[in-house]
């Protein structure tokens, strides 16, 4: 998966939250995938239920990388 591809005109929606953790969902061709935003790193920064793809990718790749990206 080419996380330009994935990005690319594409929204995350906010799914829960856990302790100090925010989790967003994005479809990437017809699956759902799950990541998480830690709240440590968006600070005073305002958190939509559905936002831009590209605004999320740093913790895309973040989570890909940590293999945190999972398939729902």
């Given at each position: 998966?080419?996380?330009?591809?994935?990005?690319k005109?594409?929204?995350v929606?906010f799914?829960?939250?856990?302790?100090?953790?925010?989790?967003?969902?994005?479809?990437?061709?017809?699956d759902?995938?799950?990541?998480?935003?830690?709240?440590?790193?968006?600070?005073?920064?305002?958190?939509q239920?559905?936002?831009?793809?590209?605004?999320?990718?740093?913790?895309?790749r973040?989570a890909?990388?940590?293999?945190?990206?999972?398939?729902?």
């Open positions: 998966m080419k996380l330009s591809n994935l990005i005109d594409n929204y929606y799914d829960f939250l856990r302790i100090d953790t925010m989790y967003y969902k994005i479809q990437y061709e017809g759902w995938y799950q990541f998480p935003v830690s709240l440590n790193d968006v600070g005073n920064g305002t958190m239920y559905k936002d831009k793809a590209i605004l999320f990718m740093r913790w895309i973040k890909i990388e940590k293999k945190e990206f999972v398939k729902l």
